[in-house]
Each structure stands twice: as structure tokens, then as C-alpha cells.
């Protein structure tokens, strides 16, 4: 996460540096009900949002970063744990 710069617009408990106010504060995602206002919030959709947000919601704040299948897999797994 720290690699992609998640944290500069993130605020994301136990990632150094990851105090970002842009987008929404990522505390306790695991727990959340939708992914962006737009998704069901489940595996497959948290790793498409990360790797092609623009592809779930065109114009969206939330850039393509270039994020790997491997890497959103990850993200997402972590994301997961915060609960």
C-alpha cells in the first residue's frame, strides 16, 4: 500500500505515514456494506476497485494506479482485517 501512495489520500491504521484526508479514512473497512457507494463489499469487488476504480465508477476521485491482480489481492486482504 505504501508502495502505490494509498496513504497520501487515505488515513489506513497500521500503515506508516498513511494519515491522507482526500479520500475517505479506511479504519475498520471490513465492516463496511459498500465499496465506494457503488459495490457490495466482498473480495472480488474491493480487488476490481483497486485495480480499475475508474472502470467501476468513471470520473471517480480515486485514481488508476497501476495496481497489480496480485497486489489488489493483497491490499484487499489486508483491508479485510481491519474490522
Do not use: K
Not at 456494506?33 to 476504480?53: K, M
Amino acid at each position: 500500500m505504501a508502495r502505490y501512495g494509498c496513504g497520501s489520500c487515505h488515513t489506513i491504521p497500521g500503515i506508516d505515514r498513511a494519515d491522507g484526508l482526500v479520500g475517505p479514512p479506511l479504519t475498520r473497512f471490513g465492516s463496511r456494506s459498500y465499496i465506494a457507494g457503488e459495490l457490495v463489499n466482498n473480495a472480488d469487488n474491493l480487488q476490481h476497485w483497486i485495480a480499475d476504480p475508474q472502470a467501476v465508477e468513471p470520473g471517480t476521485a480515486m485514481p488508476d494506479l497501476g495496481v497489480s491482480a496480485i497486489d489488489a489481492r493483497d491490499i484487499a486482504a489486508y483491508l479485510y482485517t481491519l474490522d
